[in-house]
């Protein structure tokens, strides 16, 4: 029987990804490749996507958090960027407000996908209207 601790067994790399923004994947990749160095970690890029491979080295998923961190504010043009994390994996975004993602209805507030939808379900508020 294999006597390894719980996190050494489900270890998987920290993955990065900069939501189909190329330059800024390819800048951030230069940027981790000089900044971990010294601490022997293998990073790869795949098209949008970074991933850390922490297996042999002592970094950590706080310690790539910093790193974006100080990567979006050193950089004057990406202050509309920000980062996101669940678990081991982060995403490098421009931030948006959620009142532009969403479409909704000012009538009763129901939420619609696109423009099409909001309009048919418009439509049927005109025919349910009490006399």
């Given at each position: ?40 970690a ?6 949008d ?83």
């Amino acid at each position: 029987m294999l006597n390894l601790q719980y996190n050494e067994v489900l270890r998987m790399p920290i993955a990065i990804s900069c939501a189909g923004d190329l330059e800024i994947t390819k800048r951030l990749f230069e940027y981790l490749t000089l900044s971990m160095k010294s601490a022997n970690a293998s990073i790869t890029i795949e098209n949008d996507e970074i991933y850390v491979d922490n297996k042999q080295s002592n970094i950590k998923s706080e310690d790539v958090r910093d790193l974006l961190e100080s990567f979006l504010t050193t950089n004057d043009d990406l202050a509309d960027y920000a980062q996101t994390r669940l678990a081991d994996l982060f995403t490098i975004g421009v931030k948006q407000n959620i009142d532009k993602l969403l479409i909704s209805c000012e009538i009763c507030g129901y939420l619609a996908h696109n423009d099409d939808e909001l309009i048919i379900h418009k439509r049927a508020h005109a025919l349910f209207v009490p006399l």
